[in-house]
């Protein structure tokens, strides 16, 4: 458990946990879909927004270890409104697939939190092949993203309640290939670094969520869109890095944050009232943070929302 840390404007710091960044927070009434809520974070953002009233739908690959999460929830929650469905994120076809029967299913959507990711894995290519950390961290959520926007632009305006769309990044995005995003190398092989990869995708993370809240700013919707650092937490995403995990295990309960710590940051900016109107900016421990350059680049951000297009129209 982080044991340090000073609180910043929000009166929130890297100790906080997502119930004492909630506290006090009535979410009755809001939908929110959480990709990867099985485990780690993403099971935990599920847990405190189901306890705050949040209807919460848990977008997951593994149905089966999705509907444990769920039962173990309710055992806390008897009153917990919680649904569980399949999503593969590194799947185009999985994406469309959700998205379908989520809209068709008549439910309202307040919140998104695209939480879902995988880390510095050996070289992979996803089902559509694009490389595994791109396709999952980035461009399944970009997908996604765009065909559910539509059930949150209308239900920000049915329900007079602002929208919130919410990247889980990292400050990983630091420690990316030197140009940033390598637009005509995303399958390169040969120059393939696990780390750079999982930096250039975190990269997308923030840059997708600042274009996108360029372009709601224009639109005079009442959606939201943020990006985030949840810090440094010893997860499953962590399942291709033994040694590091070793590191992390023996020195991580001094200076790693645990899971109710490392869920704050996204439980703050998808619920709390003090981010209310905040959009395209990047928060770490609760409070608003300054990301790279390259995160700040609006041209680069325009030029990925494009390439990004290109990659996920229908065939």
């Not at 969520?209 to 997860?235: Q, V, Y």
């Not at 291709?240 to 992390?248: A, D, K, T």
Request: with cysteine; hydrophobic share 40%; proline share 3%.
């Amino acid at each position: 458990m982080w044991i340090f840390g000073r609180k910043g404007g929000s009166g929130f710091s890297a100790s906080s946990t997502a119930e004492e960044v909630t506290q006090g927070i009535d979410a009755t009434g809001l939908t929110a879909i959480v990709t990867g809520a099985s485990s780690g974070i993403g099971a935990e953002t599920t847990r405190v927004l189901a306890m705050r009233g949040a209807h919460v739908v848990m977008a997951v690959r593994n149905v089966k270890t999705g509907a444990e999460v769920k039962e173990s929830i309710l055992k806390e929650i008897p009153h917990a409104k919680i649904d569980v469905m399949e999503l593969d994120l590194s799947s185009v076809a999985s994406v469309r697939k959700f998205a379908s029967e989520y809209n068709s299913s008549g439910h309202p959507l307040n919140i998104l939190i695209n939480n879902a990711g995988v880390m510095a894995p050996p070289f992979m290519l996803s089902q559509d092949n694009i490389e595994l950390q791109f396709a999952t961290n980035h461009l399944g959520h970009f997908l996604l993203t765009n065909l559910l926007l539509e059930n949150l632009k209308n239900t920000a305006q049915q329900s007079h309640k602002e929208g919130r769309i919410v990247n889980v990044s990292s400050m990983g995005h630091k420690f990316t290939y030197r140009e940033g995003i390598r637009f005509d190398k995303i399958n390169d092989k040969d120059s393939y670094t696990s780390w750079y990869a999982y930096g250039q995708s975190k990269l997308a993370n923030i840059l997708h969520a600042n274009e996108l809240a360029r372009r709601l700013k224009d639109e005079g919707l009442e959606i939201t869109a943020n990006s985030l650092h949840p810090g440094a937490i010893n997860t499953n995403l962590m399942r291709h890095q033994n040694l590091i995990e070793g590191i992390v295990n023996w020195i991580g309960k001094y200076f790693i944050k645990d899971i109710p710590q490392g869920a704050a940051t996204t439980c703050y900016v998808a619920l709390h009232p003090q981010v209310k109107g905040i959009t395209g900016e990047y928060f770490s421990d609760s409070n608003v943070a300054t990301p790279t350059s390259h995160a700040r680049d609006t041209e680069l951000a325009k030029k990925l929302w494009d390439f990004s297009l290109s990659l996920t129209k229908p065939q």
